[in-house]
């Protein structure tokens, strides 16, 4: 099977080139024409693309045409004929090595693996109706209507030649409809198994050990089944040499597309050299790669280039097959060929029709938005024949025009900044590219979570799995008391040895098994079988009465021991058959039941499966986890690319209307998003704290990357240093593919090192650590209503809570808030590690939300009272952090994109006062000073300018022209953000420095009593739950 595709297409030694049309030349060849007919072609093909706005249909028409003038010239000129005697002269095996490469990768580059991935099957059933549709009745027209009378195997390859559907025009028609991804990718994943398929079909039809009498079909099944598997293993080989070359940070672009195109090329001669298909190893190069495959911002420039290359080699397979055509002798073309070709076209029609007729009910199961006005266009779209091609647009032009959806580039930004891995980015890609063609669609959490197989029936085998594992019941000891018999009986069941020893005479009974039904072996070796069967079968009545004695009754309430007694029970009346066919050896129905009996043995083994069943559950287990972690950073993903949405819409938005109303259709779909968030948190805590973990190492690496290559392209550092420094970062992403799968969640105390405004600090944690309690809420439970006084702030430790409330105020007064907005509900949902009630205890104000249990809830609460105890204790540093806290969750929900240059963490700002809060009261005033202020934010209350007395609302940027304003509300807070410069910051006497010299001052205070006090650190009693902490 090495020379299964070579054979077909190499001319061999001793025969002449086979060419495309006409004869050798009589006359010396001039070199150099042809080169200049090809540049020609392609500066004419570029300028009538320019001239015709890029109409590729109509260029594509003209070259052709244009390719049949010079054809015929050359079939009447001498001197046309010596320009295109080099095309003339070329095998076809060359024209198709030349061009089919680059053409089939963009085809495959183009596919989406996820999406071709979840419809595989689909495809595969399409491709094979297609192909059974195509030998049968295409085969069956043209043996019997071709005029030639071609035999068998001619007719077989010209119908598969028919059949083939074009994988880069099929679908351009389908993409000016707005049809989804999904069915574009069904299409062109049909075409390229048939491409495949047909050439290496060729390479076996046509090579000479056909002729070999001892040539069988199963040897052209298994070279078939080889070739394919050999050209899949090249092509995902190649694929992964190339993403390595591609992702290399330091190589430049230049380097990349040399070697990008050179690898396409190389891949698919190697896969040709070895006797495999190169066009199927190109396929599986295509196909893993993506947008993430690319260095950043590297991908577009080398997609560019790919469709420039695949652009003019169709114009020159055009032109160069119009050539072909004109070159040939016109009287061939008679009624009869006109009649064929007419007949010919209306059968590669009726069979696609029913191609897809016949997989309709497949694709309507497999998915709802599949009906027949799309099996129409479908059909249409795999039409072959020159028709369908003249009417097809041009693939690189559409993606040229299409506009992409913004979540694409928020999930690639997401991915090469660590936050999304590489597998969670490209089903959001996939999915995105799937429901962006559909009008009036957007996409939602639960859409994408259709590409993520369902991991029900994982956890349902898992339940079966544990329902059968083996448990032991050591309990029993305590009810034998001084019976030394009973007691030494149940010490060895319940050893490990006697479980072992089960396992091994399970183990010595193979051979004889094997014996046993081996029947040379059983007639030689009878009364040595029955004495080895005997013996076992005693060992198995001593297994089993000694498991009963030590747990009587309780021996059948599991499910192996019964399995256990079933077998001894068999074995027992296996003896007894025995011994009664040797008493009436002519009895045949007992012979009969004998031998039944005597394959029964095989259950014997049943038992192994108790050693298979733990390790079993832990492999169910870590898939468990995998769907889970890879459902949760998808989920988290979409989540992010809601808000970057919503941030790109308010900016392009020119209608307040339509901003309002995509606005709501983003919101509640981040909503759903975070509620299956806080689902899957609850159900794996433990592997949610992993991911977040590695997902925050993943992001620091990725912004030392970032700064790696500024500082190279700056020459700050050297490249060779630079090199090994990469080296190690990606050393330490490659490790993170170790990373444990789960992390146990902390314990309750260790929570309220959580709380930001704690800031890890021993003295104010053990101050809470002594009053705060545990509080634990079902389903269903309220934690707090709308509209109460609040008790007190819960910091939720597992479970989800839903908030839903009126609109916040913000602290705005009734007569301004009445012109504010909307009156629609807001809804929010609280996870692991987020407080309630921590602005209502501050103000000591009405709740403004009413906050519901989704899932069983623990949480720890520090109440009203013990909370503004630690105000008194550690004013007013405490209660300052957690108003900045706040300052700074406001200001990035509402002004994320005017803040993405700053680095406002709650840590930094309270050490370095990179941004302070300043409260303002009724009518008090306040200057601002635009050189030490870059930002003035109103978080709550409302202000007005004092100059102009024009109001402005939380959240609110005051804008830059403002210089003196005064409160409006009882209470108004502002976040000050101040330049990065350091010295303005540090010379700025703001509030911050002056309350951390009377924070520490009181902080060693309270330690000191702490201290003589020498309480011991406990958890409050809350409900009836008491944890005592070391």
């Known amino acids: 099977m090495s020379n299964t595709n070579s054979s077909f297409w190499v001319h061999k030694e001793g025969h002449k080139p086979e060419l495309l049309c006409g004869s050798s030349a009589s ?86 693996f996820c999406i071709l991935k979840n419809v595989f099957w689909q495809v595969l059933l399409i491709g094979l109706v297609s192909l ?43 993409k000016t409809i707005g049809i989804s991804k999904t069915y574009t990718d069904i299409i062109r994943g049909e075409s390229m198994i048939i491409c495949g398929f047909t050439s290496i079909c060729f390479g076996v039809f046509r090579s000479d050990f056909l002729h070999i ?50 690898m396409v090329y190389m891949t698919f001669y190697i896969g040709e050299s070895f006797g495999m298909s190169g066009m199927i190893a190109l396929v599986t190069v295509g196909l893993n790669f993506d ?92 039409i ?105 009986v149940c010490h060895v069941v319940f050893s490990e040895e006697f479980e072992y020893a089960g396992h091994i005479i399970t183990v010595m009974y193979i051979y004889p098994m094997i014996m046993h039904l081996w029947p040379m072996a059983r007639e030689l070796n009878v009364s040595g079988l029955i004495s080895v069967n005997n013996y076992f079968v005693f060992l198995y009545i001593f297994q089993a009465a000694m498991k009963i004695i030590s747990l009587k009754r309780k021996y059948f309430h599991q499910y192996w021991n019964t399995l256990e007694f079933l077998i001894m029970l068999v074995g027992i009346i296996d003896i007894f058959c025995i011994y009664f066919v040797k008493l009436r050896p002519d009895n045949f129905a007992l012979i009969q039941m004998t031998v039944i009996l005597g394959y029964f043995r095989i259950i014997r083994f049943i038992p192994f499966i108790k050693l298979i069943i733990p390790l079993l559950i832990n492999i169910v287990d870590v898939q468990i986890k995998k769907r889970l972690r890879l459902m949760y950073s998808i989920t988290k993903g979409y989540v992010k690319s809601q808000e970057d949405t919503k941030l790109l819409i308010k900016q392009i938005s020119s209608r307040e209307s339509v901003y309002q109303k995509l606005y709501e259709i983003l919101e509640t779909n981040k909503r759903d998003a975070v509620k299956e968030l806080g689902l899957i948190e609850h159900e794996g805590r433990d592997v949610v704290i992993a991911l977040k973990t590695r997902q925050a190492i993943r992001r620091v690496i990725a912004k030392a990357l970032k700064n790696l290559t500024f500082l190279w392209s700056r020459g700050i550092i050297d490249k060779h240093e630079g090199i090994e420094m990469n080296k190690v970062f990606l050393a330490k992403i490659k490790a993170l593919n170790n990373f444990p799968m789960a992390i146990p969640p902390p314990t309750p105390d260790k929570y309220l090192h959580n709380i930001v405004w704690l800031e890890n600090k021993d003295v104010l944690i053990e101050f ?18 709308e509209g109460e006084m609040p008790q007190g702030i819960y910091l939720i430790i597992s479970g989800m809570a839903i908030l839903h409330s009126s609109p916040p105020t913000f602290g705005i007064d009734s007569s301004l808030r009445s012109e504010r907005g909307s009156k629609s509900m807001f809804t929010e949902y609280c996870t692991s590690g987020d407080i309630i009630g921590e602005l209502s205890c501050l103000l000591k104000r009405e709740t403004e939300y009413t906050a519901i249990c ?50 406002l963490e709650f840590q930094k700002c309270v050490t370095f006062n990179l941004a302070y809060v300043e409260t303002l009261s009724s009518y008090n005033e306040m200057t601002i000073d635009n050189v030490t202020m870059k930002f003035v934010i109103i978080v709550y209350g409302s202000v007005i300018d004092t100059k ?15 210089e003196q304003i005064q409160g409006t509300s009882d209470l108004s807070k502002l976040l000050v953000v101040q330049p990065s410069d350091p010295a303005k910051n540090t010379d700025d006497p703001k509030v911050m420095v002056s309350t951390g010299l009377r924070m520490s001052q009181r902080e060693y205070n309270w330690k000191r009593k702490y201290e003589e006090r020498n309480f011991p650190l406990s958890w409050n009693r809350s409900q009836t739950t008491r944890i005592q902490l070391p």
């Not at 909370?867 to 300052?887: C, H, M, N, R």
Request: hydrophobic residues 50%.
């Open 854 to 903: 989704e899932t069983i809830l623990q949480a720890c609460f520090i109440s009203l009272e013990d909370l503004y105890e630690g105000f008194d204790v550690f004013w007013p540093s405490l209660e300052y952090k957690i108003w900045l806290k706040f300052a700074l969750s406001v200001a990035y929900q509402y002004f994320e994109s005017s803040l993405i240059d700053e680095d």
């Open 27 to 112: 006359y010396t060849v001039v070199n150099g024409h042809f080169i200049m007919l090809v540049c020609s072609t392609i500066i004419l093909g570029g300028f009538l693309k320019t001239l015709l706005k890029n109409s590729e249909v109509t260029v594509l028409m003209i070259l052709s045409l244009l390719g049949f003038v010079i054809g015929q010239l050359a079939h009447n000129s001498i001197e046309v004929h010596k320009i295109v005697y080099p095309l003339l002269k070329t095998p076809s095996y060359s024209l198709y090595c030349y061009f089919s490469p680059m053409i089939i990768f963009m085809a495959a580059l183009d596919v989406d």
């Open 291 to 382: 947008s993430l495959s690319f260095k950043p911002r590297i991908e577009v420039t080398i997609t560019k280039f790919l469709i420039m290359f695949s652009s003019v080699y169709q114009q020159l397979i055009y032109t160069f097959f119009g050539i072909v055509i004109g070159c040939g002798e016109t009287k061939y073309l008679r009624f009869h060929t006109v009649v064929f070709m007419l007949i010919l076209f209306a059968t590669v029609n009726f069979v696609r029709l029913l191609t897809i007729v016949l997989v309709s009910p497949l694709l309507m199961h497999a998915n709802y938005e599949y009906n027949w006005r799309w099996g129409i266009v479908i059909a249409w779209s795999g």
């Open 384 to 488: 072959k024949g020159i028709f369908s091609l003249l009417l097809a647009p041009d693939i690189h032009n559409l993606a040229d025009q299409k506009v992409e959806s913004p979540q694409l580039s928020s999930f690639e930004k997401q991915c090469n900044d660590g936050i999304l891995s590489v597998e969670a980015a490209r089903i959001l890609i996939s999915a995105t590219k799937s429901f962006c063609p559909i009008q009036g669609k957007f996409m939602s959490i639960y859409d994408v979570s259709t590409y993520v197989r369902a991991r029900s029936w994982l956890i349902k085998f898992k339940n079966m799995l544990t329902s059968l594992e083996y448990h032991k019941d050591k309990a029993l000891f305590i009810l034998y008391g001084d019976n030394k018999f009973l007691l030494f």
């Open 948 to 962: 102009t007395e024009v109001p402005y609302l939380a959240p609110c940027i005051l804008p830059k022209t403002c």
């Open 213 to 262: 009498s001892m040539f069988t079909e199963f040897r052209v099944i298994l070279g078939l089944c080889l070739d394919i598997l050999g050209s899949i293993i090249c092509g995902y080989s190649c694929s992964r040499i190339i993403q390595f070359i591609l992702t290399d940070l330091f190589s430049n672009t230049i380097t990349s597309i040399i070697l990008c195109i050179s």
């Open 768 to 785: 809470f650590k002594e009053r705060a309690k545990l509080a634990y809420f079902d389903y269903g439970d309220v934690i707090c209503r």
């Open 132 to 174: 059974l549709m195509t030998f049968i009745i295409l085969g069956y027209v043209v043996l019997k209507f071709n005029k030639d009378l071609w035999d068998l195997q001619s007719s077989i390859l010209f119908s598969m030649i028919v059949g083939m559907t074009d994988p880069v025009h099929s679908v351009n028609s389908l």
